[in-house]
């Protein structure tokens, strides 16, 4: 198995490379938008730069741990899941999904490998998961995950985040 790659027999998760770049700039969607407060479409340069500075920080095995999500048995890039490490050994816990590939459980399974990792590989008690007011579906995940409302704080863009927080290891 390459480095730093995840599984659970049913989901693959490796570090993007910048052959990934069209998928995930196809992936791209209005929800994805909407929820991560971006102001315009991602261009194919803003992608290969995010990948760049993914693989930089998994060179360095920096605060960043970024990994696009397969199935074992198909080539297609599912989305990403993305864990940041925040300090009080804490990590920031998030997740994307691409619209066709949603409600098969792929965010849940894909976050529960990163949170597995987080643990056991960077010394993560706690992961946090900001989800702005209205995102139901990562609402709904976040709990789901077994993850608790802590509080609300501002997000970058004027909006709200509703803070849950998650002890580590998930059982
Ligand atoms: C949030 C997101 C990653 C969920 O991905 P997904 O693979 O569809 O999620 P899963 O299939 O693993 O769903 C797990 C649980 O999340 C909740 N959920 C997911 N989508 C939902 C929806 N549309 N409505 C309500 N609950 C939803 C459910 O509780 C679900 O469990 P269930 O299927 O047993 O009911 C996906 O909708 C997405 O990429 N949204 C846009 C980006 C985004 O909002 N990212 C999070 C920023 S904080």
Redesign the pocket.
Known sequence: MAEHTLTDGVLILNPLSAIDAPEWVAGEDE??RR??EASRPAQLSDVLEFIVSCQESWRTMGDHRHWGIRRVDSPFLL?GVDLRAIGNDQVNL????FPQ?????????ASELALKYASTSMGAKTAI????LG????H??AL?LGARYLREEPSDAGGTFQVFSLKLPVA
């Open positions: 929800e994805q929820w991560f989305g998030s997740y994307i999904v590939f949603r409600r098969n459980g792929v965010a849940r399974r998961i900001k989800v702005l995102n139901v579906s990562s709904n995940l789901g």
